[in-house]
């Protein structure tokens, strides 16, 4: 039972775990704004707290228009869940990502209605059985949200598309396979609407 996730999606839902409460808040709101003034990136960020969006772009434009170079090497240690993608969990299968015994492939954005299916479809389960197991699969760990939701820019999403480009030839493959339908391979390299929040809090420019 494989479960994917659009790459741009997951790379928001990471910094928005991050950036919500957290036992060790203190040090990793104080850890982020480190990095945003040791790499210089304060022009960059939104007057009411930290922009993913601004932070993304401000690295890139820091390393030649690709994300990549120290300042980015530096996020990903604040964030770790940022690079753990797809291809980080299945590099080892050297790209041929359907040579896993795969009996099915849910969304993570679908999770209730693929759960759902795989039940039925895969497992086979009558009704009742169905009603029975989806009881049992709550959502246990939504994050809350902080501010106004503000759409990543564009420029950014093309920036993550390409630093996560395994991840989408992994979904291709899956789609090419049949255990995902094209329209979901579609959807994930096309959708421009995706909503971040600034980290709320003020950095001391002095």
């Given at each position: 039972l494989l479960w994917m996730r659009d790459p741009v999606g997951r790379f928001l839902s990471a910094?928005?775990?991050y950036s919500s409460?957290?036992?060790?808040?203190c040090k990793l709101r104080a850890a982020m704004a480190q990095f945003v003034i040791t790499h210089r990136l304060l022009n960059e960020t939104g007057s009411d707290g930290v922009d993913i969006?601004?932070?993304?772009?401000?690295?890139?434009?820091?390393?030649?228009?690709?994300?990549g170079g120290k300042a980015w090497q530096a996020f990903l240690q604040l964030v770790p869940h940022v690079r753990e993608s797809a291809?980080?969990?299945?590099?080892?299968?050297?790209?041929n990502v359907t040579s896993l015994p795969i009996a099915f492939v849910g969304r993570t954005e679908a999770m209730m209605d693929d759960w759902d299916e795989f039940l039925r479809t895969t497992l086979r389960l009558i009704p009742?059985?169905?009603?029975?197991y989806t009881k049992r699969f709550p959502h246990t760990n939504e994050m809350p949200s902080r501010g106004v939701p503000r759409k990543l820019s564009k420029t950014s999403i093309e920036l993550l598309r390409t630093y996560y480009a395994e991840d989408y030839a992994i979904i291709h493959q899956l789609a090419r396979a049949g255990w995902r339908s094209s329209a979901y391979e579609t959807e994930v390299r096309t959708n421009q609407t995706y909503l971040?929040?600034?980290w709320p809090f003020q950095l001391d420019r002095s």
């Open positions: 910094f928005k775990a409460a957290h036992p060790g808040e969006d601004s932070i993304v772009r401000g690295v890139a434009a820091q390393n030649g228009g690709r994300l291809e980080f969990y299945l590099h080892a299968l050297k790209g009742a059985a169905v009603n029975v971040h929040y600034a």
